[in-house]
């Protein structure tokens, strides 16, 4: 299977491009944004790399210069190095994550990846004999690393850093001042914002949440483009952090604490399996 026919794009206008894994069918798919600028192209987030994203980007002509322009810098920008969004930096030549977890990519762990994905929520295999059995993600040396309150500056365009932990250690939000727009990854999205994997830590996860309110509060965000299902707005944002801060009581540690622990012990065991094939 080529990358044109694994992924897909919608224009959202505004140098503003959503990508999907079209036969990844699970709510582990991560959306996949690219941002292009006058001077550079970010792409946020990389799925899972079962097919070259920079070739799809490539061939469809989504990194097309300007006339008379030559190709612009593309860089890879890993909200957090779970499987389903960190997969694909071992395509790109240059990546960045946030400095907390540069080790586990370095390294390819993919323990702190959470690496969990089944043949059923592949609908169609890559290629031919492949299983979810084999995948991994690969270990992948980032070229940047980030902190909070840096700029990547596309040129006409500046994504500031914000270090959102809680979801996982090296979380992060991307957010574009100028067009009150953020890109949240896992740090928020419409659903249940998961705080049981191995390196989630509730209390980080709050004080992140508290952070949100108040880009609202102050006017900063109109749009979220989040790591997975669908875009919403600053109303909806508010709502997502304030009911995960009141909900996150003692007895949601205690449950969070077991789930936590089970989920390590799986992830041991299948990263033990896919390390010994």
């Not at 582990?28 to 070259?52: E, K, M, T």
């Not at 004999?129 to 992948?140: E, H, I, K, L, Y």
């Amino acid at each position: 299977m080529s990358a044109l026919e694994w992924f897909a794009h919608k224009p959202l206008g505004g140098g503003i491009f959503w990508i999907q894994e079209r036969f990844y069918e699970s709510g582990n798919r991560a959306n996949i944004w690219l941002v292009r600028g006058s001077q550079r192209d970010v792409v946020i987030d990389a799925g899972l790399g079962l097919r070259s994203l920079p070739d799809y980007l490539r061939d469809s002509g989504l990194l097309a210069p300007a006339e008379g322009a030559g190709p612009r810098p593309l860089l890879a920008v890993a909200t957090h190095v779970h499987f389903d969004h960190s997969g694909g930096l071992q395509h790109f030549e240059e990546v960045a994550v946030h400095s907390a977890e540069a080790a586990a990519l370095l390294r390819g762990d993919n323990y702190e990846a959470v690496t969990w994905l089944s043949d059923r929520e592949v609908a169609r295999p890559p290629q031919p004999g492949w299983s979810a059995r084999q995948f991994r993600v690969p270990p992948v040396r980032p070229s940047r690393l980030l902190q909070e309150g840096d700029v990547i500056s596309l040129g006409d365009r500046q994504l500031t850093v914000m270090h959102m932990p809680g979801h996982s250690r090296g979380s992060i939000c991307l957010h574009d001042k100028d067009r009150k727009i953020l890109f949240s990854g896992d740090v928020v999205y419409d659903g249940s914002m998961i705080d049981w994997l191995p390196y989630s830590r509730i209390s980080d996860y709050v004080a992140s949440c508290q952070r949100l309110m108040e880009l609202v509060d102050r006017g900063l965000v109109e749009k979220v483009l989040p790591g997975h299902f669908n875009i919403f707005g600053a109303e909806r944002l508010y709502r997502l952090a304030s009911n995960y801060i009141s909900q996150a009581g003692v007895c949601h540690k205690i449950s969070a604490c077991a789930m936590r622990s089970i989920a390590s012990i799986a992830l041991r065991i299948t990263n033990s399996r896919i390390t010994s094939q």
